[in-house]
């Protein structure tokens, strides 16, 4: 029998996985939901087994010099930057283009493939936090890839760690200009994102006053430390072959601090003054040590993560419990999987459901897990997915994607979900979805109410409302539904089953965790 709302166990895995599998369901109820969320934010830095071996038999389509399209593995994910910087100079866009479509096809397969789905969920998390639009030259392309492996490598360990990854990283630096940044004319924009949004939070910026000193250090930020910081980031740059005093650079596309670039004044930010040492590039550093500390940092992300994971206006009991994990974890490397513990195991926390909205992405890759498809990202992925409005690494902005449900819930995003998730269930474009009758038993695949009551206790874990149900069941029974299809071919039952899961996807129920 349905339960009536889902239990803790199901509420904790429609919060940190796609979709929930059978065999997720089968190690929770094993470990227990402690342990297995322990063991979730205990998850390797980038590989597991299941995925890996999806990656690697993964081919997408790319046209050769001859002009002919041919099958090609993802080659670029892993290439160092060095390795495909010459397609800039060359003008090979074919090329250029491939790095973020195989990083693309990547996320597609690790989000429907891996165990460790709260890692998957991080990463997406992060990437929208420091948002780089993949689009925005050459440079951010062909670099993405590697972007992408620094979030990863951090997605779940320190922030402070994560911080200088990001500032240090081509595709950022190109995205906000900093590698343009030069002593006598640093560039604002990254130093002023990296405050407004990657740390503090706009909360905590003070335009027309001067923030209070609290514990030695400003309780927020002005224009003027902005500047500040943006002097102390100049020289960190790329190596692209532009002229450094007497030198010029090598031509790599990879990370370099040029002294030649830096400013070298004394430098006040929050209140502090730089301490000043034969390596220039400390400032920098004593600036994301600065920040990465910063009680306002430590509320801000942890709002961020709330509103991630719990709902678009969580209780500040859960914040201020993230927050403070987060200050008391500064400096270590579990630092982002003990705040998000914290987060996650609140009693205030545990309390709310299905108030969540899923962005179409998770909707998408919670149907594949649920159904068993095998992800078989082909580049339409990429245009159906930007049609609802989810333009994975293409947002323009640096704020990311929007994770509140105003902006989702718009008549086009809507419809043009619902039309992609009958497209993954019917084609083979998105995904290789395995058949849904063979997964059921003869029980289940007995009376219409029998199968409905299987594939809501796969997709949801619970019984929706009556309303909700019966107006399942009125289609189940119509003339296209399972229910007047039980002794029918196979195939006209699989059609069948495939539209029952395809209006399970669209009830309320499903799109909101």
């Known amino acids: ?200 939070g706009v909360s905590n910026y003070y335009e027309f006053t001067t923030p209070p000193m609290v514990n030695g250090i400003a309780a927020g930020y002005t224009d003027l430390d902005v500047v500040t910081a943006a002097k102390a980031l100049s020289g960190w740059t790329v190596e692209n072959g532009s002229r450094a005093g007497n030198r010029t650079l090598p031509n790599t596309g990879n990370f370099v601090f040029v002294s030649e670039f830096h400013n070298t004044e004394t430098k006040k930010i929050l209140g502090v003054t730089l301490k000043q040492t034969s390596d220039p590039q400390s400032e920098a550093r004593q600036l994301f040590d600065m920040l990465a500390s910063h009680t306002g940092t430590a509320q801000f992300l942890a709002s961020k993560l709330a509103k991630r994971f719990v709902s678009d206006t969580p209780p500040q009991s859960v914040i201020d419990a993230g927050a403070a994990t987060f200050q008391a974890r500064n400096g270590q490397a579990t630092q982002i999987a003990d705040t998000l513990r914290a987060i996650l195991t609140h009693p205030d926390a545990l309390q709310i459901s299905g108030v969540k909205l899923k962005r179409p992405f998770e909707q998408i890759i919670g149907v594949l897990r649920v159904t068993g498809a095998a992800a078989n990202p082909q580049p339409a992925v990429a ?61 289940d695949l007995s009376s219409g109410q029998a199968a409905l009551d299987f594939w809501l206790n796969r997709l949801l874990g619970y019984r929706p409302d009556d309303t909700v149900y019966q107006a399942l069941m009125s289609d189940t029974n119509s003339s296209a539904g399972y229910g007047t299809k039980t002794t029918a071919a196979a195939t006209t039952q699989e059609t069948a089953l495939r539209r029952m899961v395809a209006l399970i996807a669209a009830t309320t129920n499903y799109v909101y965790r």
Do not use: C
Not at 387 to 399: I, R
């Open 1 to 200: 029998m349905l339960a009536s709302v889902p239990d803790q166990s199901r509420l904790l895995l429609n919060r940190v996985t796609y979709g929930a599998t059978p065999l997720d369901l089968y190690y929770i109820g094993m470990m227990g939901p402690t342990a297995w969320l322990d063991a979730q934010l205990a998850a390797p830095i980038d590989s597991d087994g299941v995925s890996d071996a999806a990656l690697a038999a993964a081919t997408i389509p790319i046209r050769n010099a001859a002009g002919e399209t041919e099958q090609r593995g993802l080659t670029a994910l892993y290439a160092p930057i060095s390795d495909l910087w010459p397609f800039i100079a060359q003008s090979n866009n074919t090329e250029i283009n491939r790095v973020v479509q195989e990083t693309r096809a990547a996320a597609w397969i690790r989000s429907a493939t891996s165990p460790f789905q709260l890692r998957e969920k991080l990463v997406e998390f992060w990437t929208d936090h420091f948002n780089v639009n993949a689009s925005t030259s050459n440079q951010t392309a062909v670099s993405y890839a590697a972007y992408i492996r620094v979030i990863r490598a951090n997605a779940l360990g320190n922030f402070r760690a994560m911080l200088e990854g990001v500032a240090s990283s081509t595709a950022m630096l190109y995205y906000l200009s900093n590698q343009s940044s030069r002593a006598t004319t640093p560039n604002e924009n990254f130093a002023r994102e990296m405050m407004e949004l990657h740390t503090l």
């Open 383 to 443: 245009s159906a997915l930007d049609a609802t409005g989810y333009t994975q690494y293409g947002w323009g902005a640096p704020n990311g994607l929007p994770d509140t449900a105003g902006y989702w819930l718009t008549t086009n995003t809507t419809l043009r979900t619902w039309n992609l998730l009958q497209t993954v269930l019917s084609t083979t474009s998105y995904g290789t979805l395995g058949a849904l009758r063979a997964q059921m038993s003869a029980s």
